[in-house]
Every structure is written in C-alpha cells, then in structure tokens.
C-alpha cells in the first residue's frame, strides 16, 4: 500500500481510538464501581440500544473479513458461514434470551448454578467461559495482524506483532476503566459504522454490474477459475467423505454455539426485564441479518472484482478481500478514491476488532472474579474484591490472547471463530439446556455436562489438521493427527449432552424438586429476577 494508504488509514483508526477511550474515561468517572455497573452497566439500557450492542458484539471480524474472504475463494461452500451465524439467532431468541435474563445475574454459571451445588458449577461452567472467550478473542486478535500486515505491506512482521499486542492492551484498558457501560456504547458506534460502511460497498459493488446480481455471479465464478463449480456446493466441504463431515460438524458448532457464547449471553443482563430482552434479539436479528446479506455480495464482489488469486497473494487465509475490494471501488491503488476508501474500510474493521474484543474480554473476566474467584473464596469475597479481581483478570486474559494470536497469525479468522463455536456448543450449550428444562438434571450431571464437552473438544482440535500433520497446520513441521476434522463439533457436541445425561442419571444425589420449580416460574415469568 502506498505512504497515503497508510498514513489516512492509520488517522482514521486513531481517531476512533480516540473517542472511544473518551467515552470510556467518561464513563469511568460517571460510575460506582459496583458490580452490577461493572459486569452490567446498571442494567439501564433499552432494547434498541442493547439490540446494537448485540449486533456490534457478533459482527466481528470473523464475518466482515474471515467470511468474505471465505466466499472469494470458495463461493457456495463460504455462505456456510453466513447461514451458520444467521440461524443460530433463532436458538437464541426461542430457547435462551429471557430465560436467561430471569434466571441468572452476571454470568452463564448463575443460570447454572441456581438449583445446584454452586462451587462445582461454577468452577467448571467459569473454566469453560474463560476457554470458550480466549479462543474467540485470539481470532480477533489474527484479524488485527492480517489487517495491518496489508496496511504495510506486508513487509514488517514486527508491526504486525506489535499491532496484535496494541490491541490486546487496548482491550485491557477499555474494560479495566469503564466495564460494561463502556464496552457497550464502543459496541454501539462500531456496528453504526460497520453497518455503515457494508451499505456504502454494498452499493458500490451492485453499482458496478448495473444491479445485476446475475452478472455479478457469473462473473464471480469465471473469475475464481472453477467454474460453475464455484456457485455450486463442494469446493471446500465436497472432495471427499471426511470434507463431507467437516461441512456438518461446522454447520452444528455455529448454529449451536452462538446460544453458549457468555459474551453474547452477557448481553442480556444490561436490560432491565426479560422482555426487554427478547427484543434486544429482535433488534439484533434485522441488523445481523441485514449485514450477513452484504457480506454475501461483498464475498462475491471480491472474487468477480479482485480476483481470488489477488486476495489469496495478500492474505493466504483471504482475511484481506474487503479492504482490496473497497480500493478496486474506490478507483484502484494510486487514486483518491481508492486512498479514501481504503483507509475508511481499514478503520472500520479495526474498530470491529477493537469493540468485539472488549466485550470478550469483559465477559471472561466477569466470569474469572464472579465464579472462579467467589467460588473458591465464597464467604470472603465482596462485590468490590470482585470487581478489582474482574480488572486484574482482564489483563492476564489479554497476554494469553496476544501470546496465542501471534501463534495463530496465518488461519483464517472465521474458521478460528467457527473452533469457538464448537467450543461454547459442546460444553455451555448442553449445561444451559438441561438446567433451564430437565427436571431431573443435578450437580454430577451439569459437572459432567461441561467437562465432557470441553475437554474432548480441546483434545479433538489438538489432534486435528489444524495443530499439525499439514502444510497449512500451526505446528506444519511435526504430526500428531489423529482426528480427521478440523471442527470437533460433531463428535464433541453430542459428547456434551451425552455425559450430562450419564452424569444425571448415575448420580446418587437426588434431583431438588423444589429449586426447580423455583427456577421454572422464575425463568417463564420473572418473578424475582434481578
């Protein structure tokens, strides 16, 4: 990129760096410091405005550049993700958000824990959050990289580290000083301008083949090389039967995962009634899904207008095919045009990586002080040790996170984020699930439930193609594959639900009948919800 590029783009990014930490120095003055502030910013914001939260906290970086650059360069088999990501809202909305909202407090261990034996719970449902975030977190963190790698060239491998641990530290900053109230409204602004931003190319895109989503297709798939085959199923999850699983195992883990995600869960405390968060996930579904349409002409766009083997010459994963598509539009390298719009684009997504990983990094941190923390010193702990745990917290999470996404730097954003999802699938879904609707279900079970989704998840990716045994693995150099798929969700998700099964019903411990129905009115009617 030229001197210009760099120069606008960088201005850009930092201006918002800006106002976001004006707002959270703001905010951070404007505070009590209690715990509800900290983890749920007073539970005082609306539907419309946690309905952008939301939508801000979801659009990451993994859908506006993993997912369109999935899409340049393997068309049909890249729209997995967004159908994936889509639907999974509606496993939100029908089983989780208001039950959730009633039942819990700050994190997904309350829900979990409120007829159970708390310390077990908590202790197992609170490692499993923290897993489930620093896994998310680390693809925001190889976006970061893959961005400013193009920014520069890619001829500085060290500004691409450094970015990485700016980032990080960032991150801390935000939700060290200003908690949830900060985090949402950075939230709020990033998925304005994202949303903004996907309009603008959105058009500019139709704009160049005259409307005609037809052309843009054709054009789209004589471009890639392949053919009619790039419009059709196969390209990256149809060679053979072990693609062929891949392709069901990443299906489930994202339609599944999104309901087991604790920041997403998070979100639905910073509402004041549980109707008010149903309609919070109203308002987050028109926007997601209305951004998931642009990332589809966006993906193609790419592929008709850059060309995959450009988009794969800049970023071999194709994390880069939105910001070489907005310079195309904009009128090509040496234009104003495409100076401008490239810079704008580059400012975006950075602001996506920045507002994604504050809500992350608040929500693993909540559960690090709120269940890890309280559980083990329960009669000691107070709301404000709490909250200063949930700081401290918030900073060893962010060097795990930069220590893992410099590892991950060369995979595809969406396909890290599609691993996350397995993750939350296999071992939060299963536990939430049972706890909201098994009359029966007990401590062993829900203990069971998330160690047994967790652990054969983590070990199942360790033996996987993507750690080693390939060219394109983090480990190239050595092999220990054992396990054919790159996603562990077919396998780890049914293991999930299965051992809570076996854990509930070889369990000595009789089911609390009483706390049940406690938490079934509560959870269908709000009735002594915080």
């Known amino acids: 990129m030229t001197g210009n590029h760099q120069t606008l783009a960088l201005l850009l990014f930092s201006a918002f760096v800006a106002v976001t930490l004006g707002i959270t120095t703001w905010v951070s003055r404007n505070r009590h410091g209690s ?30 550049l993993g997912v369109t650059g999935l899409i340049s360069l393997y068309g049909y088999d890249g729209l997995l993700y967004v159908v994936g990501f889509l639907v999974a809202w509606l496993v939100v909305l029908f089983l989780v958000a208001e039950l959730v909202r009633n039942c819990g407090r700050f994190t997904l261990a309350d829900v979990v824990a409120a007829r159970m034996n708390e310390r077990p719970v908590r202790i197992a449902a609170g490692t499993s959050s923290v897993t489930v975030s620093v896994l998310y977190l680390v693809a925001q963190m190889v976006g970061a990289g893959s961005l400013v790698a193009l920014l520069l060239g890619g001829s500085s491998e060290a500004a691409r580290n450094w970015t990485v641990i700016g980032v990080g530290a960032l991150m801390v900053i935000y939700v060290s000083l200003g908690g949830m109230r900060a985090t949402t409204w950075i939230q709020i602004v990033k998925a304005v301008l994202l949303l903004c931003g996907s309009i603008a190319l959105t058009v500019l895109v139709l704009v160049r083949f005259h409307g005609d989503v037809n052309e843009l297709l054709r054009s789209a798939a004589e471009r890639s090389g392949h053919g009619d085959a790039f419009l059709a199923p196969g390209l990256k999850y149809g060679g053979d039967w072990t693609a062929r699983f891949d392709f069901i195992s990443l299906g489930l883990a994202l339609v599944l995962g999104t309901a087991g995600l604790p920041h997403i869960l998070a979100r639905f405390y910073t509402v004041p009634t549980a109707r008010a968060a149903r309609r919070s996930v109203v308002w987050s579904i028109g926007l997601i899904g209305g951004f998931y349409l642009m990332m589809i002409v966006l993906g193609f766009g790419a592929a008709a207008i850059v060309g995959p083997e450009a988009v794969r010459g800049a970023n071999a994963a ?38 994604v990983v504050a809500g992350i990094t608040l929500a693993s941190s909540a559960s690090v002080a709120h269940d890890l923390y ?32 410099l590892l991950a730097r060369d995979l595809n954003v969406a396909f890290l984020v599609g691993l996350a999802f397995a993750v939350a699938a296999s071992a939060n879904l299963p536990v939430l699930l049972y706890s909201l609707f098994w009359r029966s279900f007990t401590t062993r079970g829900a203990v069971w439930a998330v160690y047994g989704g967790l652990v054969p998840a983590l070990l199942l990716v360790l033996l996987s193609p993507v750690v080693s045994g390939s060219p394109d ?10 396990f054919p798929l790159q996603n562990p969700g077919l396998v780890s998700i049914p293991l999930g639900f299965l051992s809570g099964w076996l854990g509930t019903v070889t369990s000595a411990e009789p089911p609390d009948e009483a706390k049940h129905a406690e938490t079934e009115v509560r959870s269908l009617t709000g009735a002594g919800a915080v």
């Open 35 to 64: 715990a509800e502030e900290f983890y749920a910013g007073g539970r005082l914001f609306s539907p419309m405005e946690n309905g952008f939260a939301i939508s801000g906290d979801y659009m990451s970086a993994a859908s506006f």
């Open 473 to 482: 693995s983090l480990f190239p150099s050595v092999d220990f594959q054992y």
């Open 374 to 405: 309280a559980s083990v010193r329960r009669r000691h702990a107070k709301p404000r040790s709490e909250v200063t745990v949930a700081r401290t917290a918030a900073v060893g999470i962010g060097m795990v996170a930069i220590a893992l996404g």
């Open 318 to 355: 194709g994390n880069t095919a939105v910001p070489l598509l907005a310079l195309d539009l904009g009128g090509g390298a040496n234009s104003a045009g495409g100076t401008v719009l490239f810079a704008v684009v580059a400012a975006i997504a950075f602001a996506t990586i920045l507002a």
